[in-house]
Each structure stands twice: as structure tokens, then as C-alpha cells.
């Protein structure tokens, strides 16, 4: 049997019953390291689970994953993954080799980003579809992404988005010459991420458009959602680009039309009160 079990979003103690009773029967139990990371790091969550992990990055995932078919074939083999483990689309991949193979699978799901998201006030049926940022370099700075929050905000809708992470990555250099040398970690933070969107926003007032989102945008910080630590501030987009929240992960969130009693919430975050006092820069049902 192979379990894909989700781990949540804070620590060690954020995975289910359910899930740690399947840990605990596995023969083999592989950590995924690369779409998310815990507050907590890979040792603690051997003492709690009284497992030994095996950390599994990308490029083990989709290159090797067959090995660890294979193991689940003989014996119970866990797959966990921070937060829920349909989060990424690389596990559907993995569900579906499975069946191809006759393996029994079993999800055992656990809170993700995505619904967790809702502890900033804002109504998770008014979200649009999700969008990912990421990290622009000198040569390619994609706005797609900005079309679909646009999209979103046309419609009245909030947009989460999801920051970029890098990890195990390698230089273009390196890739070319075949060395296995990889980059630091880096995450996205939400200052970057505003700062990106308001690039975009001055490249379409430059292309003679005039942005549905602008400077004055109310958007919402978070950063490490489900841990102790975490934090939520919320202002304009503007003010996302200065905002200090700390230590990965963090998501952004730009509004649609929001309910009297989201607005109310966001509030209660506000990095500037008179943030929401400017008629012209909020959407109210």
C-alpha cells in the first residue's frame, strides 16, 4: 500500500491520527522536501513519529519515483507531504503511476495553504482560481500570472497567491555543464511579490492600459500560516512591498469585492488604518 499523508502547515503534532497511525505501520516512510516546508525540521518529526524519514526532493520524485512504486508493491510505504497532499499536481502524478501499476493507494489529507487561508477574515468561496509567483530574473519576468488576478478581480473575486520556492536548484552554468551543484534555498517573500506586481502595474500604465489594479489595491501579507509564529497584515499593495513578516512561507492575497464583514476582519490586521478609509481603493458588496 502506498499512503500520501499530509503533514499540515505548523509542526511536528499537526498531522492527523489517522495519518501518524499509518507513519507508524510503514516500512518506509519519504519526507517531500520540495513544495513546501514545516516550521519544524526533518529530526523533529523522526522523534515524534519514531520513523526514520527518507528526504525526497524533485528530482527523486519525478525521476526515481518508479523505486518508490516499487517498495510500496512489497510493503506499506508513507509519502508525506506538508500540508495536503493533492496541494501539488507532482502527487496526482504519483497516484497515477501507482493505479497504472496495481499498487492500492490510501490520501489521508490534512489543512493546506488553501483553506487555511481563511484565517485573514476573507470568505473562501470568494476566491478565484489560485496563482503562482515567481521569481523573475534579468531575462524573463512573466506577467501571466497578473491576467489572471485581474480576471479574478473582474469578477469580484479574491486571488491567493502562492510564492516561489527554490530549492535544490541549479544555476543555468551549472545545469549546462552537468554539475551537481545547487543554488541556496531562496523563498519568496511577500515584498518581493508586491514589488513584482507593481512593476507590472507601471508596464501596463506604460502600454497606455489603465491596471484594475493599482498602488492602492487592498491586498493581504501572510506568512507561516498554521505555526505559532504566524502573521497576517493586510493594507495596500503599496504597503505589501514594505511590510516585514518574517520567515518563510509566505502568500499573498489580492481582494475582489469583499463583504462588510470581510472588510471588518482585514481590519483587525491593518498595517494603517487609513488604508480602508479610501472609498476608491476597496470593494464592498
Known amino acids: 500500500m502506498l499512503y500520501l499523508v499530509g503533514l499540515g502547515l505548523g509542526d ?3 498531522i492527523t491520527v489517522k495519518g ?21 525540521g526533518k529530526e523533529a518529526l523522526e522523534e515524534f513519529y519514531g520513523k526514520e524519514l527518507i528526504l525526497a526532493d524533485r528530482e527523486m ?18 509519502f508525506l507531504v506538508v500540508g495536503d ?7 496526482s502524478d504519483l497516484v497515477l503511476r501507482a493505479v497504472k501499476l496495481g499498487i492500492p493507494y490510501k490520501v489521508i489529507h490534512n489543512a493546506s495553504i488553501m483553506n487555511a487561508v481563511g484565517c485573514c477574515g476573507l470568505q473562501l468561496y470568494n476566491f478565484g482560481e489560485t496563482v503562482s509567483i515567481v ?11 497578473f ?33 551537481k551543484i545547487y543554488e541556496p534555498p531562496r523563498y519568496m517573500s511577500v515584498n518581493q511579490a508586491a514589488e513584482q506586481l507593481l512593476a507590472i502595474v507601471q508596464n501596463r500604465r506604460l502600454q497606455g492600459e489603465k491596471p484594475e489594479i493599482t498602488e492602492n489595491t487592498i491586498c493581504v501579507g501572510l506568512a507561516r500560516v498554521g505555526a505559532l509564529d504566524e502573521k497576517i497584515a493586510s493594507g495596500t499593495l503599496q504597503q505589501m512591498s514594505t511590510v516585514e513578516l518574517g520567515a518563510p512561507l509566505h502568500s499573498l492575497i489580492v481582494t475582489g469585492t469583499m463583504h462588510p464583514l470581510e472588510l471588518e476582519m482585514l481590519k483587525l490586521f491593518s498595517v494603517d488604518s487609513s488604508s480602508f478609509e479610501n472609498n476608491a481603493c476597496q470593494r464592498t458588496t
Open 147 to 179: 491576467d489572471k488576478i485581474v480576471k479574478n478581480r473582474q469578477n469580484g473575486m479574491h486571488t491567493l497567491c502562492l510564492l516561489d520556492i527554490k530549492v535544490k536548484e541549479q544555476s543555468l552554468e551549472n545545469l549546462m555543464k552537468g554539475r
Open 61 to 78: 520524485v519525478e525521476q526515481e519515483a518508479d523505486t518508490l512504486l516499487k517498495e510500496a508493491d512489497v510493503c506499506d510505504v508513507a
Open 85 to 91: 497532499p493533492f496541494g501539488a499536481t507532482t502527487h
Open 20 to 40: 501518524l497511525e499509518a507513519v507508524r505501520r510503514c516500512r518506509r516512510v519519504y519526507l517531500e522536501a520540495y513544495t513546501s516546508v514545516l516550521t519544524v
Open 135 to 145: 521569481f523573475w530574473t534579468d531575462t524573463w519576468k512573466p506577467e501571466s500570472f
Open 12 to 14: 511536528a503534532k499537526d
